[in-house]
């Protein structure tokens, strides 16, 4: 969360009376300073709006993080990219929208909300949408995190709208690896969380998020959840955890 403005006092500098000669001298004793002002509601605001927009026009994301850019562990042999929706073939969205579907489609269509391709396939090319994508040697993309720069309740964060992994390399690190990106991503860009939505049914991905990443529920949470079919994680960024990630 982010945290309001600490009050700053100065220190009150005292000189001993015993260690002045007798020249007559005038000595001024400074009172404390002003506490530094507080942002008003609409001074955060534009604040946080600011961090998004950042996050927003930044071109190339990786480029700080080289050594992200490939995974080679477990057997695998993968390259990692990043775009956005508007950079992505039609070859490419194609590949994106099937493996969400392989994954998820009978998720949806077991919750309250079901399955809507077309629904499914807007969110997905929103201008606002950015991506991971995992190129194996062939060029196929066999993994990819779908996420947003946002602003819910004032607060900057980093929203994960999708995270799918090709059923024949999960459980190799790859799904670890691609959110530790955005763990770096949120804290370059100074956001305070990363949140993202999960199927309750879905048992592996909660507890990956919970207890591989140490995910909590977020107080945007609906609080009559018994009654809905998925709940809202969270994770604040801290940056002394996220100085220890390692790639």
Known sequence: MIKS?????????????????????SISMPGK?????RLTRKEKKA??????????????LLSSLPEWTAYKKHGLDLKVEY????DLLPTEMNQIFDLLKTNMQHL???????????AKLEEL????????IVIDSTGEIVGFSHFRFDVEVNYPLLYCYELQIDSKIQRKGLGKH???ILFLLACKFKLVKILLTVFKDNTAGLNFYRDSLGFGRDESCPYDEEEKCYLILRK??????ISRIKC
């Open 5 to 25: 403005d600490a009050e700053i006092h100065g220190h009150v500098s005292c000189m001993n009376a015993n260690s002045l000669d007798s020249q007559n001298l």
């Open 33 to 37: 300073q002003r506490s530094k002002p």
């Open 47 to 60: 604040q946080v709006s600011a961090l998004v927009e950042s996050a927003k026009e930044a071109t190339n």
């Open 83 to 86: 775009k956005n929706s508007s």
């Open 108 to 118: 949806y269509e077991n919750s309250e909300w079901g399955w809507n391709e077309d």
């Open 125 to 132: 090319m929103d201008k606002d949408a950015r991506y991971l």
């Open 178 to 180: 691609l959110m530790n």
């Open 236 to 241: 604040s960024i801290d940056k002394d955890e």
